[in-house]
């Protein structure tokens, strides 16, 4: 069992910045990919970023791409998400999301097998 813990939401202006964090413990893995998924009122849980842990290979939604940037801390096991240039359509509950298969990294959420809690973010206009 991974548990993982996120940390960093809050209200923010059009044009801020957060950095979502995300700590995992329990069982370990040798090769894993994290990610970040989120879920606006009344829409679909929608894939955001992900990390492969070895050797660090990223991937990100088109929406985010050039704004968030995902990377990991080895010896804290834990992953961020930093979130540049915020518009009020990236208000969501953020969960931190990990796969224990890194063959690839993969966008579904129903391929993660451990969730967060989620942390609310929330851009105003």
């Known amino acids: 069992q991974v548990q993982l813990a996120e940390s960093g939401g809050g209200l923010v202006q059009a044009g801020g910045s957060l950095r979502l964090s995300c700590a995992a413990s329990?069982?370990?893995?040798?090769?894993?990919?994290m990610g970040w998924f989120r879920q606006a009122p009344g829409k679909e849980r929608e894939f955001v970023a992900a990390?492969?842990?070895?050797?660090?290979?990223?991937y990100y939604a088109d929406s985010v791409k050039g704004r968030f940037t995902i990377s990991r801390d080895n010896f804290k096991n834990t992953v961020y998400l930093q979130m540049n240039s915020l518009t009020p359509e990236d208000t969501a509950i953020y969960y931190c999301?990990?796969?224990?298969?890194?063959?690839?990294?993969?966008?579904?959420?129903?391929?993660?097998?451990?969730w967060g809690q989620g942390t609310q973010v929330t851009v105003s206009s």
């Open positions: 999301a990990f796969d224990r298969s890194d063959y690839q990294i993969r966008t579904q959420f129903y391929a993660y097998d451990y």
């Open positions: 329990g069982r370990t893995f040798s090769s894993f990919v």
């Open positions: 990390i492969r842990w070895s050797g660090g290979r990223t």
